[in-house]
């Protein structure tokens, strides 16, 4: 069993940046790989990002590419999401994912384990 906690959200206003960050634990954790989804009111939720359990693969959302950066820091069993130049299509709850597999653009029934979600709300 993996346990992952979000933290980090919040209220920002266009232009801005925020990040996120999850905190996995379980006996397993560190050999996940990791990603984060999001999911707006009355969307699906969809991929944004995710990195292998080496750190050294990344995927991204054509919508996020060159604004967001996934990381991860296994000293600490937490992934972070550095989310620059938001703006109001970014606004969304976002969840941490885990996955026993390879990094790569996961569709959400690919996911084993989920975080509670952390909201992130951008103005304009």
């Known amino acids: 069993q993996v346990q992952l906690v979000e933290s980090g959200g919040g209220l920002v206003q266009a232009g801005g940046s925020l990040r996120l960050s999850c905190a996995a634990s379980?006996?397993?954790?560190?050999?996940?790989?990791m990603g984060w989804f999001r999911q707006a009111p009355g969307k699906l939720r969809e991929f944004v990002a995710t990195?292998?359990?080496?750190?050294?693969?990344?995927y991204y959302a054509d919508s996020v590419k060159g604004r967001f950066t996934i990381s991860r820091d296994f000293t600490k069993s937490t992934v972070y999401l550095q989310m620059n130049s938001l703006n109001s299509e970014d606004t969304a709850v976002y969840y941490c994912?885990?996955?026993?597999?390879?990094?790569?653009?996961?569709?959400?029934?690919?996911?084993?384990?989920w975080g509670q979600g952390t909201q992130v709300t951008v103005s304009s």
């Open positions: 990195i292998n359990w080496s750190g050294g693969s990344t």
């Open positions: 379980g006996r397993t954790s560190s050999m996940y790989t």
């Open positions: 994912a885990a996955r026993a597999g390879r990094a790569g653009r996961w569709s959400a029934d690919e996911v084993d384990y």
